[in-house]
C-alpha cells in the first residue's frame, strides 16, 4: 500500500520510517509466512467479516508473486446473510481462492436454531464442532483466524500461534510462553495450532486499511435502509423464508451492521455511516464495543472463554 | 467523495498513521497492583467501553477496597484469574491518547507463571515495575519477584525502566516511605546496569499520579505514570546497522521466479546491493525487492518483503544474508558453540549434557548444554556454581548446536540475538536465551555419534552402548525386530531429536544407508560412524566421547 508511494517519492535510498499500519502489516506477514514455512497442512479460516478481509488481503501480500499457499474454510451454520454467501463466492474467485465450506449438514437438517437450543449450544454444534470436524477431515495442522486480543478480554490472552490438544480445545492456563517473534510450531500427531495474524491490531486499525488499501468488503457493512424486526432486544434483518413471531412488526430503518456473524444473533445498528471514513468517524465515538451485538458473548460472563476452551475461534 | 469532510479525514489518516507506538509491560510481585493500575490506566484514559465496564461492575468478584470498582477485572480476563484474585496469563491491551499508541503486556507477579511474564516483557520498550509500598515497609525491602523481574527485565533489554511505587493510600502518601522505596530500588537498578530508571508514586486504587496528578503528593513534581509513557524517547531502528535478512521462505511460484523472503531483521537492504548468502559463503546481487505493492529501492527493519538475486545460489530457509560490504568487518557470529542467558521455563530441571531444539531467527537446530558457567543468585546477584536448573532459574548457558547458527549478541540486537529452547519429546517452549557471544576455542572436543553402524557385530552394539553411557551419554540399541527397516530413519531421528545415540548392528540396503545418511545430515550435530572394516576399540573411541 503506502510503501509503493514510498518508492515513489523516496529517490534518496534512505528507508523511511514505517507507519504504524506498515508495521502491523509487516508483522502480520511475516506471521503468515512462518506458518506457511513450519506447517504441513495450514488453512485460513474465512468468516467473510472485515477482519477475514483484512486477512485475506495479507495473505495476497505475503504470497505474491504466487498464489495464496492454502485454502479458505468458511464454516457455515446457514445461518449467515445471503450478501456474505454472495460476497464469498464473488470474492474468493475473483482472487482465485481456493474455498472450502463446511456444514454440519446433521445438525442442520436437525433444525438446529439459537431460539430452542440457545445460543451457546446452537454456536456448539453448528460452529464449533463443524470447525474441528472441518480441521479433521482435511487434517490441517493449522489454522489462521482473523482474531484480535482488542476484542474481548479472554482473546486478550490468546498467543499468536495458539496450541490445540488432540481434541482442538484450548487451555489458557498453560499456554506455551512466546517470546520475541519465535514462534513454537512443534506438534505432536493430532494437535493443532490456532495462528493469530492479526493479533496486535485494533477495530480502527482494521477499518483505516480496508479504507487505505481499498479492500472490498460486505455491504451490510454500510448504512443503509433495511427491514428489521426487535427480537431479543436486538434489531435483526428481515430475509426471506423468516418466520414472524406474533406481535412482530416489520419496519424499516437505516442501519448497518458492526461485526457480521449469524442473522438471528448479530443485531444491526442505527447509523447514517454509508462510507468507510464515516464509519470510521463514528468508531471513534462509540462508548460500546463490537461485540455487544453479538448475542454469543454475553449469556454469561466469560462465555466466550468457555466457548473457545471448547474449540471456538 | 471530494467534500470536505474527505479532506478532513485524509488528514486524520496521516496524523493517526504518524503516531507512534509505544509497548509496555507491568512486572513485580504477585498482588501489588499491576492489572489495577493497567486498569486505571485504561479507565482514566476514557478507553474502556462502556459494556465492558458495566460487566465488570457486575462481577460477583470484587477485591477492591474503599468501594471502588476492581478494575483489574478489566484485563484478568480468564475465568480462573477471577476466581483466585491473580493473574495467571499475560493479558494484552491496546489503546491511544492524542500523542502515542499504546501495545500493554499485563503480566502475572505470581512465580509460578514467572515465563508468561517473560513472554510479555520479551517485546516491550518500557517496564511498569510494580512495588507495593505497604509491603516494602513491612519487609523492610524489595520483595524477591520484584528484583527478579527487575532482573529478567534487564535481561530483556527492555530499554526503560519505570517503577511505579503502588498503594500510597496504605502509607498515607508520606514521602519518606517513597524515598526509601526509590533509593533502594535505584541502587539495585544500578547494580543491574540499567540505564534508565525512573520512580514514580502512585496509587492505582485511588488514582493518584497514574493519569491525573495526586493532590495527596503534593511534595511529588515529576511525571504522571502516563505523561512518562507518553514522553520517554522511542529506541530507532540505526540504519548504519550491518544487515542480517533471516530467510524465512523460498518462494517459487513459477519457473522464473525464485524469491526469499523474510523480515529485514537488521539494517537495510537496497536493490543493487552486493549480498552474501551464510553459510554457503556464495555472492550476488540484489536484482529486485518485490512485494505486493510494487518493487522497493530499500527496505529496512521489520519491513517484510522478497527478495531475488541476480543469481542461482544455493539458499534456503533459515539461511541469512548479509551484505557483501560486510565480509571483512561486521558479520555475525557463525559458530555451532555460543554462550546466552537462559531464563528456565519448565518443571523439569534444564540439566548438563542434555539435547534441546533451539529455535533462532528463522532457523531450527537441536543443541546439546555443554555447561552451566554460573547461575545467577536474584536476590544478591552473586554468580553461583550449578549442573542443574529448575523453573525461573536464570544463568549463562553454553551451547553446542547440530548447526551453526548466525548471530548477533542480544545487547546489540533483539531479533539475531534471541533464541528459544523447546524439548523435543514434549515440545513445550521451555527457556528462553539471551545470546552472550561464542565460547572461546573449543578445540580437541569431538561430538557424540548420531548413529553408530556395526553391521553383524551384535556384541559390539551392546558395548558400544555401554561405553557411551558410562560416558554420561543416552544410547540405545535400536535392532529390536519391531522396528521394522522401514522406520529405521524415523527411530534414529525421534532419537536424535531426543539427544540419544542410536547403535544397530543391521545390515542395512545401500539405499536405506543412503537414505539414512542423507536425513542426518540435515538435521545432526553428530555424524554417522561406520563399524566396517574399524577394529572394535576404534569404534568405541569414534563413537564419539570426550577424551
Ligand atoms: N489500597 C490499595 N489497594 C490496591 C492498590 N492497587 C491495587 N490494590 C489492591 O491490591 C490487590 C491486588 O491487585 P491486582 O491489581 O490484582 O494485583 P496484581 O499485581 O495484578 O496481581 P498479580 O497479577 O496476580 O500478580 C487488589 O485487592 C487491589 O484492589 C492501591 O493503590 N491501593
Ligand atoms: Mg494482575
Request: aromatic share 6%; net charge negative.
Amino acid at each position: 500500500m503506502t510503501q509503493a508511494t514510498a518508492l515513489e517519492t523516496d529517490t534518496t535510498l534512505t528507508p523511511a520510517r514505517l507507519n504504524h499500519l506498515q508495521a502491523l502489516e509487516a508483522e502480520s506477514i511475516s506471521i503468515l509466512r512462518e506458518a506457511v514455512a513450519e506447517f504441513a497442512r495450514p488453512v485460513m479460516l474465512y468468516s467473510i467479516g472485515k477482519d477475514s478481509s483484512v486477512m485475506l488481503r495479507l495473505a495476497q501480500k505475503a504470497f505474491y508473486p504466487g498464489k495464496i499457499p492454502f485454502p479458505l474454510l468458511h464454516v457455515d451454520t446457514s445461518y449467515k446473510f445471503p450478501e456474505m454467501i454472495a460476497f464469498r463466492d464473488a470474492y474468493t474467485k475473483e482472487i482465485g481462492a481456493e474455498l472450502i465450506v463446511h456444514r454440519n449438514e446433521e445438525a442442520i437438517a436437525a433444525g438446529a436454531n439459537p431460539y430452542t437450543l440457545g445460543t451457546q449450544n446452537c454456536c456448539g454444534l453448528l460452529k464449533t464442532r463443524s470447525l474441528l470436524d472441518a480441521l479433521a477431515e482435511g487434517g490441517f495442522d493449522a489454522a489462521f483466524g482473523g482474531a484480535r486480543r482488542d476484542e474481548e478480554k479472554s482473546r486478550a490472552k490468546e498467543r499468536v500461534y495458539s496450541f490445540r490438544d488432540q481434541a482442538g480445545q484450548w487451555d489458557p492456563k498453560n499456554q506455551r510462553p512466546e517470546l520475541w517473534n519465535l514462534y513454537n510450531s512443534r506438534l505432536r500427531k493430532g494437535e493443532s495450532i490456532r495462528v493469530f495474524p492479526l493479533s496486535n491490531w485494533t477495530e480502527l486499525d482494521i477499518w483505516l486499511y480496508l479504507y487505505a488499501e481499498k479492500i472490498p468488503i460486505v455491504p451490510l457493512y454500510f448504512a443503509k435502509e433495511r427491514p428489521l424486526i426487535t427480537r431479543g432486544g436486538q434489531m435483526t434483518l428481515v430475509h426471506n423464508g423468516m418466520k414472524l413471531l406474533p406481535g412482530e412488526e416489520v419496519r424499516t430503518e437505516k442501519v448497518r451492521m458492526r461485526s457480521l456473524g449469524c442473522l438471528p444473533c448479530t443485531g444491526a445498528m442505527r447509523s447514517e455511516a454509508d462510507t468507510l471514513p464515516k464509519i470510521i468517524e463514528e468508531l471513534l465515538t462509540f462508548r460500546r464495543s463490537e461485540r455487544e451485538n453479538r448475542a454469543i458473548d454475553h449469556d454469561e460472563e466469560g462465555s466466550m472463554e468457555v466457548k473457545k476452551r471448547e474449540g471456538y475461534f | 467523495m471530494d467534500t470536505v469532510a474527505t479532506t478532513n479525514f485524509e488528514e486524520f489518516l496521516d496524523v493517526h498513521l504518524a503516531q507512534e507506538l509505544l509497548r509496555f509491560t507491568t512486572a513485580g510481585s504477585v498482588d501489588d497492583g499491576k492489572s489495577t493500575l493497567i486498569g486505571r490506566l485504561l479507565h482514566d484514559t476514557k478507553s474502556v467501553y462502556e459494556d465492558q465496564l458495566a460487566a465488570v461492575k457486575k462481577s460477583r468478584v470484587n477485591r477492591a477496597a474503599n468501594g471502588h470498582v476492581d478494575l483489574s477485572l478489566l484485563t484478568d480476563g480468564l475465568k480462573a484469574e477471577r476466581e483466585q484474585g491473580i493473574t495467571i496469563d499475560v493479558a494484552y491491551r491496546y489503546f491511544s491518547t492524542s500523542r502515542r499508541k499504546f501495545i500493554i503486556a499485563d503480566t502475572p507477579g505470581h512465580e509460578q507463571y514467572t515465563r508468561n511474564m517473560a513472554t510479555g516483557a520479551s517485546t516491550a520498550d518500557v517496564a511498569v515495575v510494580l512495588i507495593d509500598a505497604k509491603a516494602f515497609l513491612r519487609e523492610g525491602k524489595l520483595l524477591p519477584q520484584s528484583r527478579r523481574h527487575t532482573y529478567i527485565a534487564s535481561l530483556l533489554g527492555i530499554p526503560h525502566v519505570v517503577a511505579a511505587v503502588n498503594k500510597m493510600d496504605l502509607v498515607g502518601y508520606a514521602q519518606e516511605s517513597f524515598r526509601a522505596i526509590r533509593k533502594e530500588f535505584v541502587e539495585f537498578a544500578s547494580k543491574l546496569g540499567l540505564k534508565s530508571v525512573t520512580v514514580i508514586p502512585v496509587s492505582a486504587l485511588e488514582g493518584d499520579n497514574v493519569v491525573t496528578p495526586s493532590r495527596a503528593m503534593s511534595w511529588y513534581d515529576g511525571p504522571t505514570l502516563l505523561e512518562f509513557l507518553e514522553t520517554v524517547p522511542l529506541a530507532v531502528a540505526n540504519h548504519n546497522d550491518p544487515l542480517r535478512f533471516p530467510v524465512q521462505l523460498v518462494q517459487r511460484p513459477d519457473a522464473n521466479f525464485r524469491g526469499f523472503s523474510g523480515q529485514v531483521a537488521r539494517g537495510v537492504l537496497r536493490a543493487g546491493d552486493r549480498v552474501l548468502a551464510l553459510p554457503s559463503r556464495r555472492e550476488s546481487t540484489v536484482k529486485r525487492i518485490v512485494t505486493w505493492d510494487g518493487d522497493l529501492h530499500v527496505a529496512a527493519y521489520p519491513q517484510s518483503v522478497t527478495v531475488e538475486l541476480e543469481d542461482e545460489i544455493d539458499l534456503s530457509r533459515g539461511e541469512m544474508l548479509v551484505s557483501a560490504a560486510d565480509a571483512e568487518h561486521g558479520l555475525p557470529e557463525i559458530t555451532r558453540r555460543l554462550r546466552a542467558m537462559v531464563v528456565w521455563m519448565h518443571e523439569e530441571a534444564l540439566v548438563v549434557g542434555r539435547t534441546y531444539i533451539v529455535k533462532h531467527t528463522t532457523r531450527t537446530v537441536r543443541a546439546t548444554v555443554k555447561s552451566i558457567r554460573y547461575r545467577v543468585d536474584v536476590g544478591s546477584l552473586d554468580h553461583v556454581q550449578a549442573d542443574r536448573l529448575a523453573m525461573n532459574e536464570i544463568a549463562e548457558v553454553e551451547l553446542e548446536t547440530s548447526l551453526p547458527l548466525f548471530f548477533d549478541a542480544y545487547s546489540e540486537s533483539r531479533s539475531t540475538g534471541s533464541l528459544i529452547l523447546i524439548d523435543g519429546l514434549t515440545n513445550a517452549t521451555i527457556g528462553a536465551g539471551m545470546i552472550v557471544g561464542t565460547v572461546e576455542s573449543g578445540a580437541g572436543e569431538n561430538e557424540q555419534a548420531t548413529l553408530v553402524l556395526v553391521p553383524g557385530r551384535a556384541a559390539l552394539a551392546e558395548r558400544v552402548r555401554d561405553a557411551l553411557e558410562a560416558r554420561g551419554h543416552r544410547a540405545v540399541v535400536i535392532d529390536d525386530a519391531l522396528i521394522s527397516d522401514d522406520a529405521f530413519v524415523a527411530v534414529v531421528r525421534a532419537l536424535e531429536l531426543a539427544g540419544v545415540a542410536a547403535i544397530s548392528s543391521r545390515a542395512l540396503f545401500p539405499e536405506r544407508l543412503a537414505e539414512v545418511t542423507r536425513s542426518i545430515q540435515g538435521f545432526a550435530a553428530g555424524a554417522i560412524v561406520s563399524g566396517d572394516g574399524v577394529d572394535d576399540e576404534e569404534v568405541v573411541r569414534l563413537a564419539g566421547v570426550r577424551t
